[in-house]
């Protein structure tokens, strides 16, 4: 059965071109699912064994352990698409799961921080004492500049960023390419960086990432994650911060300014404008803040 399991993960790699972090929740998700089957011995050893019933089993079990809504809904999202992979492959023949259906995630909406908190951490900048503080304030702004995922911060080379066209190449998820501009002190910033300060961390004058550890390699999703939170405490923000708040805030921003839906789709890397959409939730009281100003009856 885990023989399946790695030759959907290869499929969603090669085929679909699912980052690393896509495919290691897939196998999490699926395995989850295996160890169920296995433990109650309701697989026969076979995919093809597999009934709805035993999946409606899985769905209790996962009642029963308290998982939040999102979190079994995306695990159910998993098994469906496994499923419908095996039936496609004709592994199994039937899809026991053609009349389950998937649990409704509920759509918690995004956290942003204000423009007075952006503020905060990006006036940090003129009390930087240290490289890593220079680096630090450099992917901060950067970050807020692009609208970038994590993944793709950390994941830069020096050659992604064009500072005299001040814009920067990312590869995002489905491997799609997007060129994004950035305003001008983010430019400053990254500049300032990689001038004087990038060189107290190489190690290897090979190394190619843009943002580097102490040990003169590339800087990880974790590291980065701490080192915004160490900045937000010591501007004074309470509330927990994580790299992905500083992207929605990024959209949410740009749409408050006036941004069309679309060109915010685009300069995200979504691929549905309906994952775009959530944003509009977030300017709901911006929007009636503007109507009662602007419309005469108000």
Do not use: C
Request: without cysteine; negative net charge; aromatic residues 6%.
């Amino acid at each position: 059965m885990l023989a399946e399991l790695e030759s959907f993960i290869n499929y969603l790699s090669v085929e679909r071109g699912h980052s690393g972090h896509t495919l290691s929740a897939y196998r999490n998700d699926l395995s989850s699912l295996h160890v169920f089957l296995v433990e109650n011995d309701k697989s026969g050893s076979h995919w093809n064994n597999v009934s709805e019933s035993d999946i409606r089993s899985y769905l209790l079990d996962l009642d029963e352990r308290g998982y939040a809504p999102s979190t079994k809904s995306r695990k159910i999202a998993a098994v469906k698409s496994f499923f419908k992979f095996l039936h496609q492959e004709q592994i199994i023949d039937e899809n026991p799961l053609t009349d389950v259906r998937q649990p409704k995630a509920g759509q918690s909406l995004p956290k942003a921080l204000t423009i007075e908190e952006v503020d905060l951490l990006l006036d940090a900048a003129s009390d930087t004492d240290t490289a890593e503080e220079a680096r630090d304030i450099a992917m901060v702004e950067l970050m807020y500049a692009a609208g970038l995922r994590v993944s793709e911060l950390v994941g830069l080379d020096l050659r992604d960023v064009d500072l005299d066209a001040g814009i920067v190449r990312t590869i995002g998820k489905g491997s799609k390419e997007r060129v994004i501009p950035i305003y001008e002190s983010a430019v400053e910033s990254i500049a300032e960086y990689i001038t004087y300060s990038r060189s107290a961390h190489i190690r290897d004058t090979s190394e190619e990432a843009l943002f580097l550890n102490r040990r003169g390699t590339r800087l990880t999703r974790q590291a980065y994650w701490l080192r915004l939170n160490k900045l937000a405490i010591k501007v004074g923000i309470s509330s927990k911060i994580t790299p992905h708040m500083l992207r929605h805030s990024f959209a949410t921003h740009l749409l408050h300014g006036g941004a069309s839906l679309r060109h915010v789709q685009e300069l995200l890397g979504h691929s549905s404008i309906a994952t775009t959409q959530i944003y509009t939730h977030l300017s709901n009281d911006h929007v009636r803040s503007e109507y009662a100003k602007a419309h005469p009856r108000a």
